[in-house]
Each structure stands twice: as structure tokens, then as C-alpha cells.
């Protein structure tokens, strides 16, 4: 069977839109079929998380105000405003970019993808409560290039983890009811960036706050029980990785992925962060295979590993790593917003065989 990826407008209601940047349409016959669990199902408010979710940043909020309009190739948006913006003091909450986000959402039907990323983006006062702080250096080559100094709650400290379920229950009770929230990001127990379950750090490091296996695996579970609790009606999306203080060692990631598909079935919508075109994203690396061992029936997401319109990557490239999520089972793709309304990227078609 030929499956043939076009762009028509006739088709946003019954494709996954899948962009580079512009028009990329998975026609409704190659999608993957997602069974919601028994409990979402009697639940009318819940839609399907598919398609291609543009990735918006607190700063980026007035660009997708300018560019929403035309971006009706998108089907939804990942919202990533991190604690120290939500939470600026302990007994302060400022919702006004979500708020916003929000808004623009039900204006032009986009569905949404709620992410509070914490790790290195949480306020100075945690530590006043007494949680453990970590600092460390760190060289990031995707998305924001550059090295440079950071400080961290420890991942597993118990008053960090207190205060996360704290505000992940805050945000329930204002958006938790919204039709337009079609899932949760379980966060924080990472330093970096808060999304993903990797500890990229050194063993000496990891010793120095004493790391063990049972620690950081707890740690996620703890907060998709507190994401699940409080947001019932909508999905969990999670980030695996692999990447641990004594190199690349699956074993976390599969046991919190294990744990997670057991406790809440097909309610996980199991991602990667780091989809690309580059030839070493293919079956037999560990790095994919976590991903996409096992379980046929949970649903799958890829976000791009890069804001790759800064590097003017060509659009053959970006149409590859797209295609490279399609193959591996992703049912949604996630892209940054400045890739989203790069013009270069308009237009891409795929076509590819299947069975």
C-alpha cells in the first residue's frame, strides 16, 4: 500500500498535519489508529492529541499572537512557561502567559499540550524552603546553543517535589476543565530542562547529591501520579531518554515507562525530544528503541531536537526528520514555533511505501 503525504485545507479536520515549517499533511489513511483508555472514554471533552503542535516559549508568546492566524496548519500548541515565571514568589502565581496562550487557542481552534518546566528554570525562593540546590556547567548544542552556569533543585529533594505537586494542582483548577487541553506534560525531575528523564551529568557529580537509580525513578513517579491526579480528563505526555550519570543506561527510563503504562495505560502518550534527519535516528539505536520497543497500542510523539530553521537547515533534511517520526509510530510531532513560520519550509509533500 502507497501512502502519499499532501497538503489540502479539506483535509485538516480528518489528517494528522504533520509541518516543516509549513503545509505537511498525513493523509487519514496512514494515521495511526489511538484508542483512548475506558476511563477517557466516557469523558466527551477529551480529544485525540495528534498532528503537528508548535512549541511556544513565554517569550515567544507575542510571535505566535503575530502568526496565529496563518497557521492553520497547525493543530495545537505545546505551552512551555517555566516555574519561575508561574510561581515568581511562594504564594504568588501569575498565570497571564497561559492565560494568553489560552485564549488564542479558543479564538483560532487549536487544541493544547500544558508544560511548567522547572529543573534550571525554577525560582530562587524553592531554596529558601529548604530545598537542595545544584549547580553545575552546562554546554547545550540544540535550541538555545551555548555553555554556561546553572543551578538546580535536586531532582528527588522531597520540599522540590512538594512544591511542583503544589503547582501542578494550581494549574488544574484553572485549566483542567478547558475542552481545549488535550494533555499534561509530566515534568521536573531533571535538572536541565525539566522535561525529559535524563540525568546528564557526571558520576562524581551525581555522588555528590547522592544519586541512586531508585532516587530518580521514584521522583518520576511521584509527579505522573501527581500530574494524573490532577488533571483526570486529560493525557500524560512524557519524555523519555536514556542518558544517565554512567552513560547511556536504559534501565530508568524503562522501568518509569514500564511503571507508567501499567498505572495509567493508554493515558501516556510516550515522547522523544530529540527527532531528527541525521542517519544515527533509526531502529537499533538504544536512544530509539526505548521509545519505540513494545506496546503497539500507546500512542507516540516526537519533538524536534533543534530549532533547525536558525541553522537554515535545507527543507529535504526537515522533510527527512519528519518522515523519520511517521516511520517510528509518532502520532503528534511537536516543532518549534520559529520553524513553524519559517518560510522555507512551506509546501513539503512526502510520499512513502508501506504495507
Same mark, same amino acid.
Not at 5 to 22: F, Y
Given at each position: 500500500?502507497?501512502?502519499?503525504?499532501?497538503?489540502?485545507?479539506?483535509?485538516?479536520?480528518?489528517?494528522?498535519?504533520?509541518?516543516?515549517?509549513?503545509?505537511?499533511?498525513?493523509?487519514?489513511?496512514?494515521?495511526?489508529?489511538? $484508542?483512548? $483508555?475506558?476511563?477517557?472514554?466516557?469523558?466527551?471533552?477529551?480529544?485525540? %492529541?495528534?498532528?503537528?503542535?508548535?512549541?511556544?516559549?513565554?517569550?515567544?508568546?507575542?510571535?505566535?499572537?503575530?502568526?496565529?492566524?496563518?497557521?492553520? %496548519?497547525?493543530?495545537?500548541?505545546?505551552?512551555?512557561?517555566?516555574?519561575?515565571?508561574?510561581?515568581?514568589?511562594?504564594?504568588?502565581?501569575?498565570?497571564?502567559?497561559?492565560?494568553?496562550?489560552? &485564549?488564542?487557542?479558543?479564538?483560532?481552534?487549536?487544541? !493544547?499540550?500544558?508544560?511548567?518546566?522547572?529543573?534550571?528554570?525554577?525560582?530562587?525562593?524553592?531554596?529558601?524552603?529548604?530545598?537542595?540546590?545544584?549547580?553545575?556547567?552546562? *554546554?547545550?548544542?540544540?535550541?538555545?546553543?551555548?555553555?554556561?552556569?546553572?543551578?538546580?533543585?535536586?531532582?528527588?529533594?522531597? @520540599?522540590?517535589?512538594?512544591?511542583?505537586?503544589?503547582?501542578?494542582?494550581?494549574?488544574?483548577?484553572?485549566?483542567?476543565?478547558?475542552?481545549?487541553? @488535550?494533555? @499534561?506534560?509530566?515534568?521536573?525531575?531533571?535538572?536541565?530542562?525539566?522535561? &525529559?528523564?535524563?540525568?546528564?551529568?557526571?558520576? *562524581?557529580?551525581?555522588?555528590?547529591?547522592?544519586?541512586?537509580?531508585?532516587?530518580?525513578?521514584?521522583?518520576?513517579?511521584?509527579?505522573?501520579?501527581?500530574?494524573?491526579?490532577?488533571?483526570? *480528563?486529560?493525557?500524560?505526555?512524557?519524555?523519555?531518554?536514556?542518558?544517565?550519570?554512567?552513560?547511556?543506561?536504559?534501565?530508568?527510563?524503562?522501568?518509569?515507562?514500564?511503571?507508567?503504562?501499567?498505572?495509567?495505560? *493508554?493515558?501516556?502518550?510516550?515522547?522523544?525530544?530529540?527527532?531528527?534527519?541525521?542517519?544515527?535516528?533509526?531502529?537499533?539505536?538504544?536512544?530509539?528503541?526505548?521509545?519505540?520497543?513494545?506496546?503497539?497500542?500507546?500512542?507516540?510523539?516526537?519533538?524536534? @531536537?533543534? !530549532?533547525?530553521?536558525?541553522?537554515?537547515?535545507?527543507?529535504?533534511?526537515?522533510?527527512?526528520?519528519?518522515?523519520?517520526?511517521?516511520?517510528?509510530?509518532?502520532?503528534?510531532? &511537536? !516543532?518549534?514555533?520559529?520553524?513553524? !513560520?519559517?518560510?522555507?519550509?512551506?509546501?513539503?509533500?512526502?510520499?512513502?511505501?508501506?504495507?
Amino acid at each position: 500500500m502507497k501512502m502519499i503525504l499532501r497538503s489540502s485545507a479539506s483535509d485538516l479536520s480528518r489528517s494528522l498535519m504533520l509541518l516543516a515549517g509549513g503545509v505537511l499533511a498525513l493523509s487519514a489513511s496512514s494515521c495511526l489508529s489511538t $484508542t483512548e $483508555t475506558p476511563e477517557l472514554k466516557t469523558q466527551d471533552s477529551i480529544k485525540k %492529541h495528534q498532528g503537528v503542535f508548535a512549541i511556544v516559549r513565554s517569550k515567544e508568546i507575542d510571535t505566535l499572537e503575530a502568526n496565529i492566524e496563518q497557521m492553520k %496548519h497547525i493543530d495545537g500548541i505545546t505551552i512551555y512557561t517555566g516555574l519561575s515565571k508561574i510561581r515568581p514568589a511562594k504564594d504568588q502565581y501569575d498565570w497571564t502567559p497561559i492565560d494568553r496562550i489560552f &485564549e488564542l487557542c479558543a479564538k483560532y481552534d487549536k487544541k !493544547i499540550n500544558l508544560a511548567i518546566p522547572a529543573g534550571r528554570w525554577s525560582p530562587e525562593w524553592i531554596y529558601a524552603e529548604g530545598a537542595e540546590k545544584f549547580s553545575w556547567r552546562m *554546554k547545550e548544542d540544540y535550541v538555545d546553543p551555548g555553555e554556561a552556569n546553572w543551578t538546580a533543585p535536586v531532582p528527588w529533594d522531597p @520540599v522540590y517535589l512538594k512544591i511542583l505537586k503544589e503547582t501542578a494542582e494550581k494549574a488544574a483548577e484553572r485549566y483542567k476543565d478547558s475542552p481545549l487541553l @488535550v494533555s @499534561v506534560q509530566v515534568t521536573e525531575p531533571s535538572l536541565a530542562n525539566g522535561l &525529559e528523564a535524563n540525568l546528564n551529568i557526571s558520576r *562524581k557529580q551525581a555522588e555528590s547529591i547522592k544519586y541512586s537509580p531508585e532516587k530518580f525513578i521514584n521522583a518520576w513517579k511521584y509527579m505522573f501520579d501527581a500530574y494524573a491526579n490532577a488533571f483526570p *480528563k486529560q493525557r500524560l505526555s512524557w519524555c523519555i531518554h536514556d542518558m544517565m550519570p554512567d552513560g547511556r543506561n536504559p534501565v530508568p527510563g524503562r522501568t518509569i515507562r514500564d511503571w507508567a503504562i501499567e498505572k495509567y495505560g *493508554k493515558r501516556l502518550d510516550l515522547m522523544i525530544c530529540y527527532l531528527t534527519y541525521e542517519d544515527w535516528f533509526k531502529s537499533g539505536n538504544q536512544a530509539v528503541d526505548i521509545w519505540t520497543e513494545k506496546y503497539p497500542d500507546i500512542q507516540r510523539g516526537a519533538q524536534m @531536537v533543534d !530549532i533547525y530553521s536558525k541553522k537554515k537547515l535545507p527543507k529535504q533534511q526537515y522533510e527527512k526528520a519528519v518522515r523519520n517520526g511517521l516511520t517510528h509510530g509518532a502520532s503528534f510531532i &511537536e !516543532i518549534f514555533l520559529d520553524d513553524a !513560520i519559517y518560510p522555507d519550509y512551506k509546501d513539503i509533500s512526502l510520499e512513502r511505501s508501506g504495507k
